[in-house]
Every structure is written in structure tokens, then in C-alpha cells.
DNA sequence: GAAGATGCATACTGGTTGGTATGTTACAGG
DNA sequence: CCTGTAACATACCAACCAGTATGCATCTTC
């Protein structure tokens, strides 16, 4: 389904690679739809949730805590091969169909006000400019980092994603506010 | 094929759409592989040519050039919910077949490559920054573009491109150099 | 104007694939 | 034990669809 996009994915080789048979399958799931939706419900979340929502709920500073994550971005040519799942399924159903549209859009918006909050925290304490929209700055963060993951995807060349990396990187440290540039850290916008 | 996708495209569909015969194409076409090539290597890098490349060539400052042509993208609501077309294309295939990722990453490289020589033509004159790599920047400009047409076709809202617009457009204005900030224009990073 | 080539049109086929109908095992309750 | 039901397994079907086989005008060339 990662690989293949939903529609083409194969039911019978997904089952023959679980091991599962049909009857178990239609058992529990009424159709190939409500698999997919079961996906992005349970599998997609919580990879979101544990990539992204919750680091930056349980951090101290924001900045550090999206560094980390954008860092801990997996760079392997296997990774990048198949690109960001939550996105391609976004891209392959939203314009055909509104379950898979509003599933999909709803774990962008959670990813979304992860990082909204997490920046308005980082404000409070000084550790990200004032001076930024968080909800802006969040969606840019996303549309960027998933735009160098499709690049990527596109190049299959791993120069391309690390270049993205750096440049998210180097966003990510433009954000910091007065006390979140210590210790010898060098901002370039600083 | 561009709601659809390639593969789930249906050629009887298309044929009938076209008002063509089957015979029609196949004696011009090998295969529906071939005719899908033949939509990047003539649709798509013509649009790509029209949008992109042609304008950065003629203009006579850049960042202009760049503003105006993301102004002009469409925020109508029918453009906006099957995304672009080249991203989507891109996307789906890259993983599946080596002779569509060929073709549109070398698409992806003639925009990349015309923004690139822009911004290093108006780095010349003064009028972009000339502590920015123009290779980056050309990388991140399309893939923060491409990422929020992502995210405005998921969640089918004008608003978010809208905002995407907004946002690239002040990361343009921060890229303006010194010859470039005249008549009263307001930089944010300046 | 005969003969081939060009440029299509139409009917058909064969493989793929989501879904179903029916059979079977295992276990729980009485 | 007997019955019922949950949890599968297997064989099959029917639709969809890319690709093909064949037919048929028109046009070119000698």
C-alpha cells in the first residue's frame, strides 16, 4: 500500500505477505475501503503520534525537540524510496474520496497543532521568536519537509533529502527567540 | 489522469472523453506506458515551460518574476483539488517505474536549474541576497510550494493555499537584495 | 486503375482482482 | 454430549480494462 497506492494495492498479495486468507480478512472488514481506513486510523497516527506529537509534547524546548525529530528523518535509500506514507495516501484518495480526505487530513492538523503549540510554549519562555505566527510556521515547516521528502522520492537520490534536512535545519534555528541562542550556537538570521 | 492517476486511469474513459477510437491510438502509441510518457515529455514540461522557465528567463528581476508567478497559481477550487499534476504524476510512479521518474525529475531539474540561474543572474545586479546558495533556495522554494499544494489539495480549503501563497511569498521578499528594496517595499528579515 | 500502404474503427479476449458463497474448525454454554 | 456461534478457510464469480485481431475506408504510387 506504501509502495503501490491504495487502489492498485493488491488485496491477494497483501494477504499472502500477512498470511492471512480472505475469510479472516472480510471477517473483520467489511471491504478494501475500510482497511485502508483502519490504516490511517491506527497505523499512520500512530506513527505520527510517536514521531512527532508525542516529542514535542514532552519536551523543553520545542526548536531542540523538531531538530531532533527532522535529524532522526531516516535517510536510508530504502526510506526514501517509497516517500511519506500519510502523504501519498493524502495525494492518491483526497481528490476521490472524502473518508480517505478527512482520515488523512485529520492527522495533518494534529501533526499541525503539535508543533503550533509546541512553538507558542517556546514563546512563552523566550526559546522562540515573538515575532513568528505559530500556526503559519507550522504549516510551513510540514509543506516544506514534505515537499524535500517528494523531491527526494522523485530523485531517489539521498544528496537530496539531506540537502532538505539542512535547509529545514537551518529554518528550525532561525525561530529561536533571545534565550534560545546559548551556548555557542551560530543562527545564521540571529 | 489527473484526479485519477496514471495506472487507475481508465483508457476507454479517456478515449471516449477525447473521442477517439482505440484503434486510433494504439496505432500511435505502443502502450498506455507510452502514452503517458508522451503527457510529461509534451503536457507536462510545456505547462512547466509556459509558467515557469519562460518568464524567469525574460525577466529583469527575479524575485519579481518569482512573485508574479505565484500569485498567478490559481486558488480556484477546481485547480486546487486534484493539485499539480507533475508532483502527482511524480509521486505515484517514481517508485514503480524508472522511465516516468526519469522524465519528471528532469522536469523537477529544468525548473529547479531556471530559478537557479535567475536568482544567480539577480544576485549579479544586487538584487538578490548574495549570502544565499541559489541552488538551495531554488530546492526549497519548490518544495514548499509543492508541499502546500499538497496540503491545500488534502484539505480542499482555498485558505490554505491561500496562506502557502502568503508564506512563500515573504520567504521571495526576504531573498531581495540591497537593489532590490527601492520604493518603499517592506522587508521582513531586511 | 491496380496494388500496396496509411490511418483509422469495432468487436473481442484474457488476465487481474475485489468481493461472495459455502464449507469447516474450535470452543463455549447448557 | 449437543447446539450454536465465532472465527476462520477455500473455491468461485463477475466486472473491469489493457491490449489485439480483424475489417475497412482513403490515399499514394507506378
Chains 1, 2 share one sequence.
Not at 66 to 74: A, P
Not at 151 to 167: E, F, I, P, W, Y
Request: glycine share 8%.
Amino acid at each position: 500500500m506504501h509502495r503501490s497506492g491504495f487502489r492498485s494495492a493488491d488485496l491477494n498479495a497483501i494477504l499472502a505477505a500477512a498470511r492471512v486468507t480472505k475469510g479472516a480478512l472480510y471477517y473483520h472488514f467489511d471491504n478494501k475501503e475500510a482497511l485502508g481506513y483502519a490504516v490511517v486510523d491506527e497505523v499512520l497516527a500512530s506513527i505520527s503520534r510517536e514521531k512527532w506529537v508525542w516529542p514535542l509534547q514532552n519536551a523543553k524546548n520545542p526548536i531542540d525537540a523538531l531538530v531532533g525529530i527532522v535529524q532522526g528523518t531516516s535517510c536510508r535509500r530504502e526510506d526514501l524510496e517509497c516517500g511519506c506514507s500519510l502523504n501519498n495516501l493524502s495525494q492518491e484518495m483526497s481528490p476521490l474520496n472524502e473518508g480517505f480526505r478527512r482520515r488523512t487530513a485529520k492527522l495533518f492538523k494534529d501533526w499541525h497543532d503539535a508543533i503550533a503549540v509546541a512553538l507558542r510554549q517556546g514563546q512563552k519562555l523566550g526559546l522562540v521568536r515573538s515575532d513568528v505566527d505559530a500556526g503559519e510556521t507550522a504549516t510551513f515547516l510540514i509543506a516544506a519537509y514534505e515537499g524535500f521528502i517528494s523531491l527526494a522520492k522523485n530523485s531517489q537520490d539521498v544528496r537530496v533529502l539531506q540537502a532538505g534536512q539542512k535547509s529545514v535545519l537551518r529554518l528550525l534555528e532561525s525561530l529561536r527567540g533571545r534565550r534560545g541562542l546559548t551556548k555557542g550556537r551560530r543562527v545564521k538570521a540571529g
